[in-house]
């Protein structure tokens, strides 16, 4: 069975700061997808940044990095410059080969951007 | 991204009384579209997948019958919560997927649903 673990509850950064936030994932499928959103206090879930599990490289878009770790099943999200407007709540989420596009997800991390 | 729109934003309803949530993939066709429950400050939980043209595929645990979905066009998914309790009361949030299946889901902005 697919699963996905976020650790942390909630995470406080400092306005400018970089920060990390944890995803771990298990499956059995050999070819699977993994995705973070954010989700803002108004609800709504942006996509943020798509890893492949045989993408060779790390995905980045923006500020936005994934720190892909196969052999450790992790996929941590990696936030450059904390902007206020970075507060939210985000998502880890895994998409498998063998399903019909079904997205599992992560408990959640809430981040807090200090001024 | 892709855009997909959800009407209404929000809604409140007496108990009793269905209500109708669309789903609508502005800029591209979906044959799959997904429909999720969200309860505060948690995770966002699976309810069915929806496909054009035929049956949704409803998670365990997830009463079809009240929860009725129809996917009458590439572009548009409905979600129909008949007969609404007050413990219905959520957020409801669509997602599609493109032709492929495989690609990014894009979310719907979501629905309020308050049953008094």
């Known amino acids: 069975a697919q699963k996905i673990t976020q650790t942390q509850p909630g995470m406080f950064v400092q306005e400018k700061e970089a920060v990390t936030l944890d995803c771990t994932y298990d499956t059995s499928d050999p070819s699977y997808g993994l995705f973070w959103y954010k989700q803002p206090s108004s609800g709504e879930m942006i996509f943020l940044i798509y890893q492949g599990s045989y993408d060779q490289q790390n995905a980045t878009e923006g500020r936005y990095s994934l720190n892909f770790q196969k052999a450790r099943k992790s996929a941590n999200l990696v936030i450059s410059a904390s902007q206020l407007g970075d507060s939210a709540m985000y998502f880890c989420a895994m998409r498998g080969a063998l399903n019909t596009g079904k997205l599992i997800f992560g408990q959640g991390t809430t981040l807090q951007v200090k001024p | 991204g892709a855009v997909v729109s959800q009407h209404p934003s929000r809604v409140i309803c007496k108990s009793g009384t269905s209500v109708k949530i669309e789903c609508r993939s502005l800029d591209f066709q979906a044959t799959t579209m997904f429909w999720y429950r969200q309860f505060p400050k948690k995770s966002l939980m699976l309810m069915a997948t929806?496909?054009?043209?035929?049956?949704?595929?409803?998670e365990q645990g997830v009463e079809k019958d009240k929860f009725l979905i129809n996917h009458a066009s590439l572009t548009l998914s409905t979600l129909t919560v008949t007969s609404a309790h007050p413990e219905d009361s959520s957020f409801y949030i669509c997602?599609?997927?493109?032709?492929?299946?495989?690609?990014?889901?894009?979310f719907g902005p979501g629905t309020r649903l308050l049953v008094l």
């Open positions: 997602s599609a997927v493109g032709t492929s299946g495989q690609e990014t889901q894009y």
């Open positions: 929806s496909n054009e043209g035929s049956k949704a595929t409803y």
